[in-house]
């Protein structure tokens, strides 16, 4: 069974510009969440969605969006990039996300704003 | 919120040991927890969880155990190999998806 990829793999982007993030969770899983992961702030929750459907926030500004698909393929969009946006972004794909439910991330999307 | 967080930032074994990664959890209601390993340029990879109602788990090389008195956690990995140089995380399952990460360890393994 293919894991959980993330495209792109590495995005350079300007302050300013809106950057597109893609993940494909692993087949059969309904429940997407990412994360943000800096070295300073470690790996850090941005949102879950399952069933198309936001269920879960982390505190981040409104400039952080998502949405999930239809076939559970999920996206997040960064507007008006700032330089501390640069981060590795990560996907995580369970089957439901359920509160014991093991999550299985992805490679990650380095992003650097410049 | 609450987080969980880990005592050692880095620690030095020598091929063949026994390597012991500790975390500390605050919130006192948590009752899931997972270890992940991250090598560089990967996403992290699940290496075993353990639920409150336990004290010990057991895996191929790895245990981990869970003392819910002082709230801590420690992951130990038998005869540490090189490939087993990454950083490790703890983290705390909370309400649906959300995982709460400490700030990670990173194991080095020298031959």
């Known amino acids: 069974k293919a894991g959980v990829t993330q495209t792109p793999r590495y995005l350079i982007k300007t302050r300013g510009q809106q950057v597109t993030l893609s993940c494909s969770p692993i087949s059969g899983h309904r429940s997407v969440s990412w994360y943000q992961q800096t070295p300073g702030q470690g790996l850090q929750f941005l949102f879950e969605?399952?069933?198309?459907?936001?269920?879960n926030k982390g505190n981040f500004p409104g400039r952080f969006s998502g949405r999930q698909f239809s076939n559970s393929r999920s996206e997040m969009n960064v507007s008006t990039l700032e330089l501390g946006d640069s981060a590795l972004y990560l996907c995580?794909?369970?089957?439901?996300?359920?509160?014991?439910?093991?999550?299985?991330f992805g490679p990650g999307t380095r992003l650097l704003v410049l | 919120g609450e987080s969980v967080g880990l005592h050692l930032p880095t620690l030095s074994v020598q091929e063949g040991d026994n390597s012991i990664i500790n975390c500390a959890y605050s919130?006192?209601?948590?009752?899931?927890f997972i270890w992940y390993k991250q090598e560089s340029g990967k996403g992290p990879q699940f290496i075993i969880d353990?639920?409150?109602?336990?004290d010990k788990r057991q895996g191929q090389r790895v245990t981990v155990l869970l003392n819910k008195t002082v709230k801590h956690l420690s992951l130990q990995i038998a005869a540490t190999q090189p490939g087993d140089s990454a950083v490790y995380f703890c983290?705390?399952?909370?309400?649906?998806?959300?995982?709460?990460f400490g700030k990670g360890t990173m194991l080095l393994v020298s031959p």
């Open positions: 969605y399952f069933s198309e459907t936001q269920r």
């Open positions: 995580a794909s369970s089957l439901s996300g359920g509160p014991r439910e093991t999550q299985y």
């Open positions: 983290a705390e399952s909370g309400r649906y998806s959300t995982l709460t």
């Open positions: 919130n006192s209601a948590s009752d899931y």
């Open positions: 353990i639920r409150s109602n336990m």
